[in-house]
């Protein structure tokens, strides 16, 4: 195995921005600092946020309703300071983009205008394997449109395969960009094709592909998106989500569920009883929306953007690239090939949830479990250092006793 003087050395010719972000002390273990590589469940805290966010804390203090208007940063027009940076990340228009709510909240949101059913054109295809969440939001759309969930929803292995049989039954499509167990990154392009060719609308749930990976979601021509900053977006738990609309959808008159944030915001103080929804995604907002939550939002997305994604996607394939080749290669059930994975390399255990206990208590590093049988390491190119994975990879060994 290479040895602790080889990762150390690959830090200093290849540091991250660790200095940037809050890491825990190590719950067990040698080293002082956790080895945290749970960035793909909960990012660590950058360091400006809490200024941030305090900063609006005082504006509330010092001005109180005034804030809406006045101040560095206006709360009335606050989401508009998040459209841009999100859409550079997801490379989406801004037009296309809105910060707003919580994932599952949003894909309700957005399959209210993108679920369609109609004649024998039903059927939502998602993966075997979708996030719960997303099955249940799938089935309960469903349900909302009078349709029987069982019936309607197929659980795809094959997700081609299916299309090529099915397509003419599939309204919609609905899977997740890089799946949350294993960390393969999906042919987000190539399917979105295949499924509008079959003429379904294809959206995609990009809760562990935004920050990880590069997007370009308005250039692939993805119907929808969304996505949780509390992952790779280091924007705290419970973090305010983002939403993509594709261009050619904006002006197309979808239904939607309406609020006064719906409206465009140059009439919305008249306070007329109809919405006058502009051409952008913003139209899918409903609430205004919630400020001390949205502040590290921003912080996090002006990280990205000093640092820029291309630049974190190659650190992230050098430190997956590292971490694999220290693994014992039976473990690993991630894709070895570049292209098809992003920050997170997936053990097959017998003990998951034991693994990750010892894990943390024994070694100090921060990993988490998918029952029954999977265990999730994360180096997130950010603040996650070449020691981090040494530690990690020492530390399976020791307890999977394949040293
Ligand atoms: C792939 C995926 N989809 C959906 C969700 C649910 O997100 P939320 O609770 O923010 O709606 C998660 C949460 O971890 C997730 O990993």
């Known amino acids: 195995m290479r040895g602790q003087e080889d990762a150390r050395r690959r830090d200093r010719e290849d540091p991250g921005h660790r200095d940037l972000f809050h890491v825990p002390p190590a719950e067990g273990g040698r080293y002082p600092e956790a080895a945290y590589l749970a960035g793909n469940s909960?990012?660590?805290?950058p360091k400006s946020t809490r200024a941030?966010?305090?900063?609006?804390?005082?504006?509330?203090?010092?001005?109180g309703v005034a804030g809406h208007l006045d101040g560095e940063h206006p709360w009335l027009p606050y989401h508009e300071e998040l459209r841009e940076p999100a859409a550079r990340l997801v490379g989406a228009l801004p037009t296309e983009t809105v910060v707003m709510n919580s994932l599952t909240v949003n894909l309700h949101l957005l399959m209210v205008s993108f679920y369609r059913p109609r004649?024998?054109?039903?059927?939502?295809?998602?993966?075997e394997g979708l996030f719960p969440s997303d099955s249940y939001a799938v089935r309960s759309q469903a349900s909302f449109h009078g349709l029987d969930p069982d019936e309607t929803v197929i659980r795809s292995v094959d997700v081609r395969e299916t299309l090529a049989a099915y397509g003419d039954r599939i309204a919609l499509v609905l899977l997740g960009g890089v799946d949350y167990r294993t960390?393969?990154?999906?042919?987000?392009?190539?399917?979105?094709?295949?499924?509008?060719?079959?003429?379904?609308?294809?959206?995609?749930d990009l809760a562990h592909a935004a920050g990880n990976v590069p997007l370009r979601l308005h250039d692939w021509?993805?119907?929808?998106?969304?996505?949780?900053?509390y992952k790779y977006l280091n924007s705290g738990?419970?973090?305010?989500?983002?939403?993509?609309?594709?261009?050619?959808?904006?002006?197309?008159?979808?239904p939607r569920f309406e609020g006064w944030w719906s409206t465009d915001p140059t009439t919305r103080?008249?306070?007329?009883?109809?919405?006058?929804?502009?051409?952008t995604a913003d139209a899918w907002q409903v609430s205004n929306p919630p400020i001390l939550a949205m502040a590290p939002v921003r912080t996090s997305l002006s990280i990205f953007d000093k640092v820029g994604m291309d630049a974190l996607r190659a650190r992230s394939l050098r430190l997956t690239g590292y971490l694999m080749e220290l693994l014992d290669p039976r473990l690993v059930v991630t894709p070895r090939e570049p292209g098809r994975r992003g920050c997170q390399v997936s053990l097959r255990v017998p003990d998951a949830a034991g693994l990750t206990k010892a894990l943390r208590y024994g070694h100090g590093v921060v990993a988490d479990e998918r029952e029954p049988d999977i265990v999730r390491l994360a180096p997130v190119p950010l603040y996650s250092t070449y020691h981090d994975c040494w530690r990690a990879a020492e530390a399976v060994a020791a307890e999977v006793g394949t040293r």
Do not use: K
């Not at 119907?223 to 900053?229: G, I, K, T």
């Open 183 to 204: 960390g393969e990154l999906r042919d987000i392009p190539g399917i979105t094709a295949l499924g509008q060719e079959a003429g379904a609308v294809v959206g995609w």
């Open 237 to 254: 738990p419970g973090a305010v989500a983002g939403a993509f609309v594709h261009e050619r959808h904006l002006a197309a008159g979808l």
């Open 119 to 127: 004649g024998d054109r039903i059927r939502i295809l998602v993966e």
């Open 42 to 45: 909960l990012g660590l805290q």
């Open 269 to 279: 103080f008249r306070m007329e009883p109809v919405a006058r929804p502009p051409a």
């Open 221 to 229: 021509g993805v119907d929808f998106a969304a996505w949780c900053s």
């Open 52 to 63: 941030d966010v305090l900063a609006e804390l005082d504006a509330w203090a010092t001005r």
